[in-house]
């Protein structure tokens, strides 16, 4: 476990590795492929939504798929520069987008979907984390859903931290559903999108408000 003072530190270094980045793609085109097909395959059966809210949306591609499917997307990131492209590349005219983090997304319980892909192994600090997934639920409506993607760890946690600045965290798949449970969201469908090498792989997650007691206390707590 990262001690915290190191935790926050590396978390400045990647939130300023965002800040300034202008491109997501790492990984090869069919990755990326492959993420639009599972999207427009969940998308499809979920019935009429009205607002979702895209979190990360760097260059907004995927923004632009959930719009064929929403009345509304507010896509956001912490990138001005990424924005500047989401903004350029236009839209159908039903996608907004705008600078802002996790923490800054004002909507609370108005989401019918919001989508975080790829963001949260962005947020190494175990803190800032758990209070990340506690700000994406506070977005949904009740009946609303989350989806989730993000590269895990096979075995035990992982962290890596380049010179560039990008830096990530691989939770454990243990420990990242327990983070999902804790938070008061259960999960309602799962499956691999990819597997890299060195014991990750890339996952989704559809999840929803857990009904439990303990969730209409965090409902409660806001
Ligand atoms: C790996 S990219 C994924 C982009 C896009 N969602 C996708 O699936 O291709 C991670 C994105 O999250 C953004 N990001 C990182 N930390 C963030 C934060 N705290 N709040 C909002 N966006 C953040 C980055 O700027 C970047 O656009």
Redesign the pocket.
Known sequence: MLLTRQSRALQRSG?AY?KR?RD?YHAPPEF?AE?ERALREILGPLGEIGLAID????DG??SRVIAEYAELVQG????PS?ISRARAAGSAGNVEFSVG??AEIASSGMADLVTC???TS??VDPVTFDQSLSLLRRLLKPSGSLLMIDTLSTGSDMHRAYRSGYVARYRARSSYERAIQCGGLEIVREMDMAMFGGGLVNRMYLLRKHASHSAQQLDAAG
């Open positions: 939130d965002w980045a997501t990326y993420r979190v990360g949306c760097g591609r995927y956001f990131d912490i990138s990424l983090t996790v892909m790829g963001v962005c947020i």
